[in-house]
């Protein structure tokens, strides 16, 4: 699968994608991550890539024109499946959504900032438009490395052990029950003693059990 990110502050994403199961991910040559940086694209040699909204009003917005440089160069070279726009006012995420992305295999991301992208970028170029929750972020780039870190770690391949992201929590509808490990007893904390039985109906009938309270108990909402 393969991801182009496009962000004004492509610096930000650099880290989130150097560690752990997404640089594994790139590793196995499973996932291609590439970074541009719109200023590149500017309209002149002062880097602009916004302006002030007409009609007035604060912040600036950012303009259609090195935004469609850059996605139709990529589209020159390749077919994607999706371009999605970064933004608080776009789709809520769920493992839902996440598990659809996962299928695909050339994915543009847009990171908006500032007061947001000019409509008509939205309208001639966006297929999806994505909000990782209710709150503001300072530019769409913490919201693309949590989009792409969610997809790239149930591509098929990417964990070691296939059944676990299976046992996430959502994926099944259900919050994911307690998990312990090593020592057994800490200073009289004890280990629930079904997990030690070695009885995996039993261990399964618990867990599935433990998913069900913990849902209804945080997450109500997942039950309906
Ligand atoms: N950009 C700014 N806030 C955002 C949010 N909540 N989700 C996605 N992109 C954003």
């Not at 590793?27 to 890539?49: S, T």
């Not at 990171?111 to 530019?139: A, M, N, P």
Request: aromatic content about 8%; hydrophobic content about 40%.
């Amino acid at each position: 699968m393969r991801f182009d990110i496009i962000s004004c502050q492509p610096d930000l994403l650099e880290s989130p994608f150097s560690h752990s199961i997404v640089k594994r991910a790139q590793n196995k040559g499973l996932v291609e991550i590439h970074l541009h940086d719109l200023r590149k694209f500017a309209i002149n040699k002062y880097g602009q890539i916004d302006d002030y909204a007409f009609g007035g009003g604060a912040g600036m917005v950012m303009m259609i024109e090195p935004i469609d440089k850059c996605i139709s160069g990529l589209r020159a070279e390749r077919d994607y499946d999706a371009i999605i726009y970064m933004t608080p006012d776009g789709q809520p995420l769920n493992q839902k959504i996440v598990n659809q992305f996962s299928l695909l295999q050339n994915v543009i991301i847009l990171c908006g900032h500032y007061k947001g992208v000019d409509e008509r970028v939205r309208q001639q170029f966006i297929t999806h438009e994505i909000s990782i929750g209710d709150y503001v972020l300072s530019g769409g780039e913490l919201g693309a490395a949590v989009l792409a870190d969610a997809i790239i770690r149930i591509v098929p391949g990417v964990l070691n052990d296939e059944s676990s992201a299976l046992t996430d929590s959502f994926q099944d509808g259900l919050l994911a029950p307690p998990v312990y490990t090593r020592p057994a007893d800490y200073k009289g904390l004890q280990v629930p003693e079904v997990l030690l039985s070695g009885d995996t109906p039993r261990v399964e009938q618990w867990r599935f059990e433990q998913a069900v309270a913990r849902t209804r108990e945080r997450r109500p909402d997942l039950l309906d």
